[in-house]
DNA sequence: GGCTAACCGAGACGGTACGTCCAGTCTTCGT
DNA sequence: ACGAAGACTGGACGTACCGTCTCGGTTAGCC
């Protein structure tokens, strides 16, 4: 609505302008660079609003994900287990190293190592809603017959979001095509055993 | 040696109590308590001393990391490639989780996810000697013609480490022996095509 | 009467009670922990009724000033000079440093050392009157003839009051009987020349 | 000397520098505008550099006045004790309302009303030295013979400065050179009894 | 055996950001 | 129309560390 700065809650419009300042300045200056004064500069915004709504800038981060991560990443349903999983993991790699919200997660999944109570609620309200989807296109694989009944589909998931995640994590290299195939192709032809 | 303020080079055991200083602190606080000042003060060290040879804490920590993990995670030798990996699976996760050296790690890794610089350092440093480490039994296998010749090994790396890796950095989930046993099996079972 | 948010005029409730609330904490913190904020949350009455009806918090103590100070300070008429002046300095000195109005008037004394403003009003309001207050017995001398026609009542004033405030504000030795006799001993005996 | 910030002590240009911006921050927006970060960007200092060296705003002050105020207003010495009063009350009214350390004088003065510790520092360093300046030359009138031995000279010290100065800190009127006079006639004719 | 160079500790320095407190303004609801 | 509530911008507070610096002390290695 407008700005009310009241007793019937908090400015919409402040809340709005603090999580994308912090989004540009993250994307802009990096995490080390990202400071509660200087959102709240860029957010024309006084420190007391930002440190009254939220504990400190990682959960304006999670807030800033939550706004603007929320739609996206949801496997393809083609119809066929491999082009899912193909198309899911390609798509998730481009998120993770291409996109603003893909750089806001790396610095909160790097931050969580530092933070267990952070890395907690990252993966409660994230991390947790994005397996359900991954297990999508198992899960219709399951139905259609393609994967046999009782595979173990969390072990599945692991093994093929882990080594993607873990290069764009650790190693730094790069997510090909050829390797998403590789990866496709050990799962499809031999799942997982019994959950 | 002794303490030597002398014209002969740096003291190494200057060198030794900051490692040491930076390791502890970071055990016992966490790697956002851990201050350059606090490293000198607990070290007995002046904070120019720590400046002169090392440009940041992160590089305080590379160091320290170094010294104390330098030995360890070389996968048995049992002759048989899926004893191998089990035994290396497990251990690198009890590695991980459970050792300091691992917290050190844990805590570079997600430094590096704000500072691409480190980020090199660290798989220039470590990465690199650890991949060729992981390689090992998977390069015996092919020798011994438990794994076809001309085997991506890379991939296959990646499949057996990276699943491990995100269950530790990113999911949280434990590591247990059924889920090693499974990426183990899938990846003796189906390995990676050509290079 | 009662408390009104209501259409017909201020609150007596409430205008009583933040002076009560400034007064006391005055009293138990001391001038620099008095806030506006304090004062309202104390007096159970929101902050904007306070900024709406005083400018800021000097204005409050004056007015709680007002409301309990008004009353005394009257030199006593015992028919002699020297025992009225007597009477009185020792009543000034005691309610200077011992009554809690005292205190208020030592607050706004020092907070007019910084703000000429508030100076204009603290004598408007009350210096004014009680200089005149303080007059009386000198008035009544002159008109029984203890004191010759003509005298400057002004510096006589200040020859008698003005040691004693100098002793209270400023170098804080206590004013003793022996001390207020000495005054009283030299203004009765060599009053000051014609005004 | 030299700006040595090391540990051989203080830097001298620092203190100067704070000092002098203090004074000159006083006299230019009063006490109420002078804060330790405006005194800090003034002086081209750090803020932790004045925290490091005084605990407060007051005692920045109270070292601003000792630097500055340190020399002035000693009575002078004209062999007759009616010239050597009148000179001096005259200068001290001129140094309390006309000059730059006068002000300062002031605002420690209305400070020290809300806070004893700073009024007892202020008794304790000037003061008392202030008020053996101003026994001198009532000391040399009694060696003279011109004041009877065993006067009480602290009370004849009061009842000379004590007017000057309530006249100046509590009601403003002016010390003009009649009510000097009044003041030096009136101490000269009647001195104070035995001590 | 005194001179000198390199490193040591200590710690003051100019800065930046922290997280808190309060000032003074505003808007809404209830009476 | 006024009072209670409370969110807002703004600015200073006092603290913690940053990274730089200068100093005096210590200890080789060299003349």
């Known amino acids: 609505?407008?700005?009310?700065?009241?007793?019937?809650?908090?400015?919409?419009?402040?809340?709005?302008?603090?999580?994308?300042?912090?989004?540009?300045?993250?994307?802009?200056?990096?995490?080390?660079?990202?400071?509660?004064?200087?959102?709240?500069?860029?957010?024309?915004?006084?420190?007391?609003?930002?440190?009254?709504?939220?504990?400190?800038?990682?959960?304006?981060?999670?807030?800033?994900?939550?706004?603007?991560?929320?739609?996206?990443?949801?496997?393809?349903?083609?119809?066929?287990?491999?082009?899912?999983l193909r198309g899911y993991l390609i798509s998730l790699a481009r998120y993770l190293t291409g996109s603003d919200a893909g750089a806001v997660f790396r610095a909160l999944a790097g931050q969580a190592q530092h933070d267990p109570a952070l890395a907690a609620r990252l993966r409660q309200d994230h991390l947790t809603r994005q397996r359900a989807r991954d297990r999508g296109p198992l899960e219709r694989a399951v139905a259609r017959g393609e994967l046999p009944a009782g595979t173990d589909l969390e072990v599945l998931v692991d093994r093929l979001v882990g080594p993607v995640y873990y290069r764009i994590l650790v190693t730094g290299q790069e997510v090909t095509e050829d390797f998403v195939d590789e990866l496709v192709t050990a799962c499809t032809s031999a799942p997982s055993a019994r959950s």
Chains 1, 2, 3, 4 share one sequence.
């Open 1 to 84: 609505m407008n700005h009310r700065g009241n007793r019937h809650g908090r400015s919409e419009e402040a809340r709005r302008s603090v999580l994308r300042a912090a989004d540009d300045l993250l994307a802009e200056k990096g995490f080390a660079a990202l400071t509660i004064e200087g959102i709240a500069a860029r957010a024309g915004v006084a420190k007391q609003t930002i440190y009254r709504w939220w504990p400190s800038k990682t959960d304006v981060l999670l807030d800033a994900y939550a706004e603007d991560a929320a739609e996206d990443l949801t496997p393809p349903d083609t119809g066929n287990l491999a082009d899912d």
